[in-house]
């Protein structure tokens, strides 16, 4: 798609979010066994890589929620060889976007809220992101669209999610994310003294250790998710 269109998007259920997302994962990551057929979506939906939460979909799981995204103009069904029914996504036209912006839609369904340095570590295997600054740019374009929000205030850590929620789960997000930031700042202590806050000099210290910590998990995870699809 040369040109962006007026996002389509609206809220759907959670594993029609997922089977989304791996239609959209597997079009960029393996794209010689694109389209997929149910089986393979439901492998995707259920692989432990590069998802949260992990989830158990079964046959009549998936099939509900390809006919939600076939309704919503979000799914197209084809004919694959050999008369197999296989699926493809229509997710440019759905959001409304290019390549920058469905890789990241695509890790926020896959993964749920993350922060800027997750976000471009994990999209960067479906489209490259030059730096942070590049991806902060993407993401405010996708707010501005209505497909992302930030679920917490400006900051270190801020974190960012998709507008595909039903309404009762956007309600419990906010309290979901603000556990795991502090499970995850409790898993990784300050080593050696701290920096006396009031210092934006050591503010700034901080954000950098931070955003380093998250680059390197989030790397690790992206990698993981290449070996996942090397072996699929």
């Keep these: 798609m040369s040109e962006e269109s007026a996002p389509q998007a609206k809220p759907v259920s959670a594993i029609a979010r997922r089977c989304l997302g791996v239609l959209v994962e597997k079009a960029k990551t393996t794209p010689d066994s694109y389209p997929l057929s149910l089986a393979g979506i439901i492998t995707g939906c259920n692989q432990k890589s590069n998802r949260d939460p992990k989830m158990d979909v079964d046959e ?9 995204l076939r309704e919503a103009g979000a799914v197209r069904e ?29 890790e926020l369904l896959l993964r749920g809220p993350q922060t800027l340095g997750e976000i471009r570590t994990r999209a960067s295997r479906m489209h490259p992101f030059a730096d942070l600054t590049a991806t902060q740019a ?27 929620y039903m309404p009762v789960e956007r309600q419990h997000l906010a309290a979901k994310v603000e556990k795991q930031a502090s499970a995850a700042a409790a898993s990784h ?31 690790l995870e992206a990698l993981e998710a290449k070996l996942a699809d090397w072996e699929s």
């Design 138 to 164: 993407e993401v405010d374009s996708l707010i501005e669209k209505g497909l992302m929000f930030a679920v917490t205030p400006p900051g270190r850590g801020q974190t960012f999610a998709h507008t595909l």
């Design 78 to 106: 084809i004919q694959g060889s050999g008369r197999v029914t296989k699926f493809r996504h229509a997710a440019y036209e759905w959001f409304g976007v290019d390549s920058p912006g469905s890789a990241i839609m695509t």
């Design 60 to 68: 009549g799981d998936a099939l509900l929620a390809l006919d939600e």
């Design 189 to 219: 202590p300050d080593a050696g003294p701290r920096p006396q806050p009031g210092s934006i000099a050591n503010e700034g210290l901080i954000d950098k250790i931070q955003q380093r910590l998250e680059d390197v998990t989030a790397r």
